[in-house]
């Protein structure tokens, strides 16, 4: 009986063994077949043998849940719906890309590296500018632990729900030694065939169309369900790296898109080390002759010093490296015919004529309205009504008329003439002489199109952060006289909300939430959400921790303003009439009764500045702070943190594996300071 019991318990122990066996093996060989589709565009089963594994793994699993790992491709599929995005902190700042419009930006890049590296040849490595979305992949011990996008370089949001729902992105380094921590970075983006079908789905389900592949990529990733995402054909290729910590950093950039190809990370394959300019030159010209039959698209090329220690001692110009450079293609133009110019309000006021176009297809979108600035930009071009125009389209930008063809032009052709009165409101609309725009002068209590546009701004991503009150919503908030200033935003209610074309009781739950949820805000996103003219997000920023609160600020005089860094006249006298309206007054104050709070800080010029005009440079790891405490200690002194070292540098704070700073800082004399002498320093001067 015992023997019996015995060579039962063996069978199961076999059995389960067996599963697990079973289990592995099938999530590797799905894990293959995702690279071999995903990233070496080479598929290697037909797609019904790859959904019999999935299948088998899917009921396997649903048998033996304890089978289950995060890393399992079935858990790709996509979790519960997230209320929100969460803001993540990118431990080294993602940088973007100073532009090359032409062969000669080109040459000028590749003049100042060889200068400033003192070498006649440079050896590059060039690749592909993705129209895409960049991205953070935070791999701890081999597993995708985090994913955020760029954000404002600093601070990005965290996708990483939507993230694992992409395949072309492991869920695990293919490594049995990875490194603790590993931040890759690069471009999710989607392929244009994956786009057309998409498209065509998205039509036969009767929902919205994207316009391009890269709004696509990036509507995709921003979507609160996983479950869509994982419905959409996204793909990764890597191009950089941010934290890394348990392994050697490889020696040149090539070397790091080989080491992420071993890793079993997607690396486009259109890349190519070269030397010196010409070398650039020849990729750039290659690449542009088969851009088109790319199945993705790019807006230039990227090159990239290959040598890394020779990319640090390039070091960085505020938010660029000065080791890398985009050269982009020329932008794309295309023939179409003015059917009329109409004029629009804006936030401020500011009248804008537009064009309105015979639909036209220009790099990858329909364009059937372009800005033509003002009224002075009108006749400098001789735009008019019935002319054939050439119009153009870079990257993102607004298309922009660049001139009409003289030979083309009908005899009825019209000219524009700017209207005396504002075609929402019927004020005046002036123009001061100092200024080449005409503004409507009704201000946002007499003009609705100025109401729209400044609900817009306060909604919009970067101010308030209202998720889900769109145009749409708020032009029919301002049309049925519900809301008219932010303040009104506050004091609305589910019935009415859920009453309004396109919205329902739980859309209109979900907008009353994120109202409710923006009302925790900072001081430097409220200043930009009022919209005060000249007050952009910098300014805003620069104005909270001058001010350190609200109320320093409207007390502020016009030379008080002046005093703040940045601040000229125009922008001191714009906030100090902004500030001193009763209207804006009250609105704040409502504002601030039905609860948008903040934190307030000392004011700057309160706080003892005793490292004010000092600048520091930090290479290595330090023992216990972090690259971002260490900046924030430094600057919080009124100290300055530079990428890189020069004459200029007072300071370099040098931890474990120091690199070339540390040895330019030695060569021209600069006070080295390990952790410790930083922190002697920050104390002593308190
Ligand atoms: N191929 C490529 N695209 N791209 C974009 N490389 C690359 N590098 C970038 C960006 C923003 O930034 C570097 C500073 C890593």
């Given amino acids: ?162 993230i694992r729902t992409v395949r072309a992105i492991p869920l695990r380094l293919n490594t049995l030694l990875p490194p603790k921590v590993l931040d890759v970075r690069g471009e999710v983006l989607m392929y244009r065939a994956d786009f057309d079908r998409m498209n065509a789905r998205q039509r036969e389900a009767g929902q919205k169309e994207f316009a391009n592949p890269r709004n696509a990529a990036a509507g995709s990733l921003r979507q609160l369900a996983p479950r869509i ?129 015979a639909p036209v297809f220009v790099s990858g979108v329909t364009v059937t309205n372009a800005t033509l600035h003002n009224e002075d930009e009108i006749r400098r071009k001789d735009i008019r009504i019935g002319d054939t125009v050439i119009v153009r389209r870079a990257g993102d930008v607004i298309p922009e008329v660049v001139a009409h063809v003289p030979e083309m032009r009908p005899q009825d052709a019209r000219e524009f003439a700017m209207p005396s009165v504002c075609p929402v409101c019927g004020s005046p609309i002036i123009k001061q002489e100092d200024e080449a725009i005409a503004r409507c002068s009704g201000g946002w209590v007499r003009c609705a199109a100025q109401r729209k546009a400044g609900l817009q701004h306060f909604a919009s991503r970067k101010a308030m952060d209202i998720e889900g009150l769109g145009d749409q919503l708020i032009e029919q908030l301002v049309d049925k006289n519900m809301v008219a200033t932010a303040a009104d935003l506050y004091r609305l209610e589910q019935p009415a909300l859920a009453g309004l074309d ?67 006249p125009v922008v001191a006298q714009s906030i100090r009439q902004y500030l001193s309206d009763p209207l804006n007054l009250s609105m704040i104050s409502q504002l601030r009764s039905a609860g948008v709070v903040w934190a307030e800080g000392e004011p700057a010029a309160a706080k003892p500045q005793p490292l004010q005009g000092k600048t520091f440079v930090l290479t290595g790891t330090l023992p216990a702070l972090t690259r971002e405490q260490a900046t924030e200690m430094i600057e919080a002194a009124g100290g300055k943190v530079a990428g890189s070292v020069s004459k200029k540098t007072h300071f370099v704070v040098s931890g474990h594996e120091a690199g070339s700073k540390l040895a330019k800082a030695q060569a021209l004399g600069i006070t080295i300071l390990d952790e410790a002498a930083l922190l002697e320093l920050l104390q002593k001067s308190q």
């Fill in 1 to 162: 009986m015992q023997q019996d019991l015995f060579a039962a318990n063996a069978s199961e122990q076999a059995e389960r063994t067996d599963w697990r066996e079973r289990a592995a093996w099938l999530s590797s060989e799905i894990n293959r077949h995702n690279y071999a589709y995903y990233v070496l565009d080479a598929p290697t089963i037909p797609d019904v043998e790859y959904d019999r594994l999935f299948g088998e793994l899917l009921v396997l699993e649903k048998a033996h849940p304890e089978l289950v790992t995060p890393e399992s491709p079935t858990q790709r599929v996509g979790g519960a719906p997230l209320a929100e995005f969460t803001q993540v902190m990118h431990s080294v700042p993602m940088l973007s890309l100073a532009n090359a419009f032409g062969d000669e930006d080109a040459v000028s890049f590749d003049r100042r590296v060889c200068e400033g590296l003192m070498l006649e040849r440079v050896e590059y490595n060039a690749e592909l500018k993705f129209d895409g979305l960049a991205i953070n992949l935070r791999y701890q011990d081999g597993i995708l632990t985090q994913a955020a996008t760029r954000g404002d370089g600093e601070t990005g949001e965290d996708v990483t729900a939507n």
């Fill in 229 to 357: 995402t994982a419905q959409r054909p996204l793909r990764f290729f890597a191009y950089g790296i941010g934290a890394l910590d348990g392994a050697d950093m490889p020696q040149t950039h090539s070397g790091l898109l080989d080491w992420y190809v071993s890793l079993g990370i997607s690396v486009c394959n259109e890349r190519a080390v070269v030397s010196g300019v010409d070398g650039l030159l020849e990729f750039f010209r290659q690449i542009g002759a088969k851009r088109d039959s790319l199945p993705y698209d790019i807006d230039g090329v990227v090159y990239k010093v290959n040598n890394l220690t020779q990319q640090q001692m390039l070091g960085f110009v505020t938010r660029a490296p000065r080791f890398a450079i985009a050269h982009k293609f020329p932008a794309q133009e295309a023939l179409t015919v003015v059917l009329d110019i109409e004029v629009q309000v804006g936030r401020t006021g500011a009248i804008t004529p537009v064009a309105r176009l």
């Fill in 502 to 568: 396109r919205m329902a009781d739980k859309s209109a739950q979900n907008v009353l939430n994120a109202l409710e949820q923006s009302k925790s805000t900072t001081l430097a996103r409220f200043l930009y959400s009022l919209g005060i003219r000249h007050v952009g997000e910098s300014t805003a920023k620069t104005l909270a921790s001058h001010f350190g609160g609200l109320d320093a600020l409207a007390r502020a005089t016009v030379e008080e303003l002046q005093a703040v860094p940045d601040v000229g």
